[in-house]
């Protein structure tokens, strides 16, 4: 990347369409906060885009603009939600069967999220084992259905007339598949929608929709969607951002923040022990093995990737990792995440850390919808195409390109997001050297 190059991009004129797959929990979480904080009464706490500033020059400069000014964000009122789901609830009622935000709120903001009432989804109970979706479409192959969604794409964007779209899986974690020879190329994958290819999933399905309708794609579940290489060739052949995967919201956010600094200091690691309980819709569909398979590898990759023990052998070598998430239904969307970490350090003497992380999965997963809806929808208008690996920061398994490693540490994922707005603006990028202070 060069040190500046001043980014052409489009102005965010007109509204922003915002399809959603999966209207449960994390949507509804989204789509009820951002008609409070439209309404006053709210505030988007969690948000980048929202509250967050980028230090532009030099530290003497103070030149320190929220990010919101200093790239052309699309506005909070120019955005229009719509989606899918398996079940027939208006994000009203799926909001209030959810039980994540309070029926005082919800009440507040209730006629907008009764308007939204969800088209049909595409569902095979074998890739979500615990749900039993009675809202699905129909149609002789998957090929006919993936026409069918891009029909619903059209359909809404002419009723919302709005001029840009983006979509957002944040549907059920899907079971654990690996990519096979149909998505080897787009030949082959459009091959096997035709022929209903089992391997093909209800999210690729999804994707391949948005992609061929040039609707930028964000994957907010760990399920193999377009990290294969057919559909990575149809973002790149249509001009089209995708990013994903997995939402790094409670426990993986925690060992993003804890691990590196563990690691700054050369402290070594005996065992990382991680267990959840969870009891939303999210928690049931995980308690399917084959579910939280694809789940628990985005997991585990997490503290390899940082801590990087072929290079620290004396360090990492030995560390044993484990994840496990029980469904609890008394919790609801209040998740608790406990960590028993064992360290050791000065000549091995062992230490232990505790961490028991009570937070709430939708009020955690809310605010990042919204940043990569406005970010994707900055990135289309740059003419940023394929993956973008900038957005790093907001998921557990960041897509990059083909055999490169991804970059887990949310510090240097954050100065990497940091530094692609400032390289879009004509800006130097920060180094952190520091060296022009003291010549």
Not at 248 to 277: C, D, E, Y
Not at 390 to 409: I, Q, V
Request: charged content about 20%; glycine content about 10%.
């Amino acid at each position: 990347m060069p040190q500046k190059q001043n980014v052409t991009i489009a102005p965010a004129e007109g509204k922003l369409g915002v399809l959603i797959p999966g209207m449960g929990a994390v949507t509804t979480t989204f789509v009820a906060g951002l008609e409070a904080i439209k309404r006053g009464i709210g505030q988007p706490i969690g948000s980048l885009t929202q509250l967050a500033t980028v230090r532009l020059g030099k530290r003497t400069d103070g030149r320190t603009p929220p990010i919101k000014d200093f790239v052309p964000l699309a506005g909070l009122g120019d955005l229009v939600v719509g989606g899918w789901d398996i079940f027939e609830d208006n994000a009203y009622e799926a909001a209030a069967n959810a039980k994540v935000l309070d029926k005082a709120l919800l009440d507040q903001v209730r006629e907008p999220l009764e308007a939204i009432q969800p088209m049909k989804g595409v569902f095979y109970p074998e890739y979500v084992k615990r749900l039993h979706g009675t809202y699905v479409k129909g149609g002789k192959s998957k090929m006919e259905q993936a026409e069918m969604l891009m029909d619903d794409i059209r359909t809404f964007q002419s009723s919302n007339g709005v001029s840009r779209t983006v979509m957002i899986w944040c549907g059920s974690t899907e079971v654990y598949h690996s990519a096979a020879e149909v998505h080897a190329s787009l030949a082959s994958f459009e091959r096997g929608l035709a022929q209903n290819d089992p391997l093909i999933a209800p999210s690729q399905i999804y994707a391949y929709a948005a992609l061929k309708s040039g609707v930028p794609y964000a994957n907010g579940a760990p399920n193999l969607t377009t990290d294969v290489p057919a559909l990575m060739d149809l973002a790149r052949e249509r001009q089209v951002p995708i990013c994903g995967k997995d939402f790094k919201t409670g426990q993986t956010m925690m060992k993003t923040l804890v691990a590196p600094g563990l690691k700054a200091r050369m402290l070594g690691l005996h065992g990382w022990f991680s267990t959840n309980i969870l009891g939303n819709r999210d928690g049931e569909v995980l308690d399917d093995p084959d579910s939280f398979k694809s789940k628990e590898v985005t997991k585990l990759s997490v503290l390899d990737q940082i801590l990087q023990p072929k290079l620290y052998p004396m360090l990492y070598g030995d560390l044993f990792h484990a994840v496990r998430i029980n469904y609890y239904p008394p919790r609801g969307d209040a998740k608790e995440g406990w960590d028993n970490i064992d360290i050791f350090g000065w000549l091995g003497y062992p230490m232990q850390i505790k961490i028991d992380f009570l937070c709430r999965d939708s009020i955690l997963a809310a605010p990042i919808v919204l940043d990569l809806v406005l970010f994707l929808d900055l990135a289309q208008r740059a003419g940023m195409k394929g993956i973008q690996e900038w957005l790093s920061f907001y998921f557990k398994a960041p897509m990059t390109a083909p055999g490169l490693y991804p970059e887990h540490d949310i510090f240097i994922q954050l100065m990497k997001l940091k530094n692609t707005l400032r390289w879009m603006r004509g800006e130097d990028l920060i180094t952190h050297l520091g060296l022009e202070y003291y010549d």
